[in-house]
């Protein structure tokens, strides 16, 4: 699992490659937990190079959501893969956070 | 035709574990989010044998075996360690609360009754064993 940080202005791009499971897990949380981070206005997770996400990873997510939100900075998802997206999906999650298809969307949300 | 693989309980054998699985699959002519289901059930059950189970002890191991009876996938994960791991009744997690709580686990069981159709924990001798099914249309 490889994480990426792109910063621009008042956005962080986080690219995420490969597999994010209870092994690389800690990877992404370590990025998220950095203070610096709620400096920005949003947080971008380009998924294009996702191609698989454990409880683990979703609990990364999950375990920082809240900080973001009082923080007022938003988490916002693109360019994931259908298996990826159906994981989400299936726990309800779609409905939780913001999943957009594309990185235009996601600079507009 | 069956397959079997023994991996030891350290979170570093997950990626080999879902690799197994895949390759297993691979023939079957499965859509991508499918093969990605039975991967990620099989991955959490797996994890929480290692990390819950066997607190990540190398020298502690576990024996997946998979099998395909005519289109149902069966898919047996024997703990070879000697503590019982039974999880409690499915409960739904609430991710709202979750959210609130900034909780990182809690999810992993839920997720594989919901993706798998059949899901039982039995102990033989004293050791514990998972099955999982799922038919594959």
């Known amino acids: 699992m490889k994480v990426t940080a792109q910063p621009s202005a008042d956005t962080l791009t986080l690219l995420l490659d490969g597999e994010l499971d209870a092994s690389s897990a800690i990877v992404l949380d370590t990025e ?3 203070p610096d ?3 920005f206005r949003k947080v971008l997770i380009d998924c294009a190079k996702l191609s698989y996400i454990s409880s683990a990873g979703l609990g990364v997510f999950i375990s920082h959501l809240q900080r973001f939100q009082d923080a007022n900075v938003k988490l916002v998802f693109f360019n994931m893969q259908e298996k990826v997206f159906n994981v989400f999906e299936i726990l309800g999650l779609d409905a939780l956070m913001t999943i957009v298809p594309s990185a235009t969307e996601a600079e507009a949300a | 035709m069956k397959s079997v693989l023994r991996v030891a309980c350290s979170r570093a054998h997950l990626q080999e574990v879902r690799d197994f699985v ?3 699959l691979d023939s079957r002519q499965l859509s991508e989010v499918v093969v990605n289901q039975v991967v990620l059930a ?4 797996v994890a929480n044998f290692i990390i819950h189970a066997n607190g990540e002890d190398e020298t502690q191991f576990l024996d997946l075996t998979l099998a395909i009876d005519e289109h149902d996938l069966n898919v047996e994960i024997a ?3 000697d503590t019982i791991f039974l999880p409690g009744p499915h409960q739904s997690p609430d991710l709202r609360a979750y959210i609130q709580q900034g909780r990182k686990g809690g999810m992993g069981m839920a997720l594989v009754n919901r993706l798998m159709d059949r899901v039982e924990f039995f102990t033989r001798g004293n050791h514990t064993v998972c099955h999982l099914s799922k038919h594959l249309a």
């Open chain 2, 22 to 24: 895949r390759n297993y």
């Open chain 1, 32 to 34: 998220l937990a950095k």
């Open chain 2, 42 to 45: 099989v991955d959490e059950v």
């Open chain 1, 37 to 39: 981070i709620l400096n």
């Open chain 2, 79 to 81: 703990d070879n360690g």
